[in-house]
């Protein structure tokens, strides 16, 4: 990471952290109020050359959740309590990771890191993302807002992550970080927030917001 976009990063994480100070503290009070349960969820993640660190959201799922299921979140998931389904809507659950980015775990703009057990499964193509520093949003992000949805359509979910879902995903990170810079990562950080309104209006995303349809049906996926 360059000492340019390190910078930026600081300074968008700590004016995240100070602006939305108090819709940090609302949405902890949600968390809490709804079931009692820990108000963060912390998962270990792979992140810059391997290196394994804890990335943080607020909790959106039963406190047992990891042993109940699958890593990834499918459709209209059981186990995501009521706030949390509005919250993940939202994104509001990524928040937390502002201090990720502020203790150098993450980047505003990067790849998604990923649990270890599919990064065991990456092929050597695949791990080339593992040499960039992973952030809370890019053109994958983007690209796949509604991966859950996708999954749910898929006689097998996790399968269809790793085979289609995510060397997609890690195709456009790569492509995006060949010409990111400073400019290009504000570019990505709004067209985020707008891509998150039209999600949140309910509304058809005009073709110059860039949004794309995965290539291939996942009911074609076979095991």
Known sequence: MTRTKRAFDLVGAGLGVVLLAPLLALLALLVK???GGPVLF?????GYRGRRFRIWKFRTMVPDAERRGLPLTVGRDPRVT???AWMRRQKLDELPQLFNVLF???SLVGPRPDVPRYVALYRAPERRVLELVPGMTDEASIRYLGESTLLAASPDPEPYYLEV??????????EYAARATV????????????H????RAGTELPAALGRADPAVDPRSLTR
Request: glycine share 8%; net charge neutral.
């Open 33 to 35: 109020a709804e079931d």
């Open 42 to 46: 912390k998962q270990e993640r792979v």
């Open 82 to 84: 009521r706030i949390g």
């Open 104 to 106: 150098g775990d993450m």
């Open 165 to 174: 879902i995510a060397p997609e995903k890690i195709r456009l990170s790569l």
């Open 183 to 194: 400019w290009t990562d504000l570019l990505m950080i709004i067209g985020t927030l707008r």
């Open 196 to 199: 998150l309104y039209w999600a």
